[in-house]
């Protein structure tokens, strides 16, 4: 089957870095992308890895590693306003399968 | 705001009903794909459109149906209706159908089955 895998909670500090991982267990993706929800809102699109290595974004990095089926979503400085939930999704057939997501919560 | 709309955006009503879920694109994009997000289940890919045509299907109950219209619009159909499927349904839509291409998220419609 599919499936990606990504912790369900992360806690950290304004102005630190955080970093969500995602593994995953599938074959044959065009790639990992990384979209953010705000409490229930619609996910947006904040980066996205067709090949190895990283992607960097203004303060949202990621990275991809298809021979360890790993990737990760990585914060810096981070803004109380980036408190919410970030999904890794590979992109198959032209659809996005979704992990089941890590919360954020950006502490003063 | 990302050019997608859907409507309504709250739904209520009773099992066995049937609803009509309604989705239109960006301008200019011809990929139409439903999402599906529950608290148990995260955001599960139910059924994608390209130009009219169904192009890849996920997890798609059979009581759901779904069309994309001439004028790329499209609409999700639930019924019967069950208490299991109160969720959170977004629709996306993207310019390309295949490989990768961005996808852009409309509000969401929040179905409530009671």
């Known amino acids: 089957g599919q499936s990606l895998e990504q912790p369900s909670e992360v806690t950290a500090v304004e102005g630190a870095i955080v970093q969500i991982n995602c593994t995953y267990q599938?074959?044959?993706?065009?790639?990992l992308s990384w979209y953010q929800q705000h409490d229930g809102g619609a996910p947006t699109f904040l980066s996205y890895?067709?090949?190895?290595g990283l992607e960097e974004t203004g303060r949202f990095s990621s990275f991809l590693s298809r021979s360890d089926s790993y990737g990760y979503l990585l914060l810096q400085e981070l803004q109380m306003k980036d408190s919410a939930s970030y999904f890794c999704a590979v992109t198959k057939g032209g659809k996005l399968i979704f992990g089941q997501g890590t919360e954020l919560s950006v502490k003063p | 705001d990302s050019g997608v709309t859907q409507t309504p955006k709250h739904l209520i009503t009773a099992t066995g009903q049937r609803v009509t879920l309604r989705c239109s694109p960006r301008?200019?994009?011809?990929?139409v794909y439903w999402y599906q997000q529950s608290l148990d289940q995260g955001l599960q890919f139910l059924i994608q459109?390209?130009?009219?045509?169904?192009?890849a299907k996920g997890n798609i109950l059979e009581r759901f149906s779904a069309q994309q219209f001439p004028d790329l619009h499209s609409e999700l159909n639930l019924s019967p209706l069950e208490l299991g499927d109160s969720a959170l349904y977004f629709c996306a839509s993207s310019t390309g159908g295949g490989s990768y291409n961005e996808q852009f998220f409309g509000p969401g419609t929040r179905l409530t089955v009671l």
């Open positions: 459109y390209y130009n009219g045509e169904e192009r």
């Open positions: 890895n067709a090949l190895d």
């Open positions: 301008s200019g994009d011809l990929s």
């Open positions: 599938t074959s044959g993706f065009y790639g």
